[in-house]
């Protein structure tokens, strides 16, 4: 079993930045991945980056590439979500996600998470 806890949601006007945290309850191997994915009202949940745990093959979303960051520091076990240049578009509730690297398919394609944390809220003002 794999306990993932969010933080680091809130608000900030356009161009601003936020940096998500998602705590993991054991060490990240290399057989493992995670991933941030997003939600918001009304629309589908969409991946926006994931991580490997040997740090390979780092995946971005087209619509966030080159404004946010995913990185992984194994020794607190923490995933985080480095997130630049915020748009309103990006106002959505954030998810950590995780599940064994061996599974077949994207991803970002959030059926093949078996573990999740509760989500934080990222507001974006214009």
């Known amino acids: 079993q794999v306990q993932l806890v969010e933080s680091g949601g809130g608000s900030v006007q356009a161009g601003g930045s936020l940096r998500l945290s998602c705590s993991v309850s054991r060490r990240v191997r290399s057989n493992y991945v995670v991933a941030w994915f997003r939600q918001a009202p009304e629309s589908e949940r969409e991946g926006v980056a994931a991580i490997p745990g040997t740090s390979e093959e780092i995946q971005y979303a087209d619509s966030v590439k080159g404004r946010f960051t995913i990185s992984l520091d194994s020794p607190k076990n923490e995933v985080y979500l480095q997130m630049d240049s915020l748009k309103p578009e990006d106002t959505a509730m954030y998810y950590c996600?995780?599940?064994?690297?061996?599974?077949?398919?994207?991803?970002?394609?959030?059926?093949?998470?078996?573990?999740w944390g509760q989500g934080t809220q990222v507001t974006v003002s214009s």
């Open positions: 996600a995780a599940r064994p690297i061996f599974y077949a398919g994207s991803y970002f394609d959030h059926h093949k998470y078996i573990y």
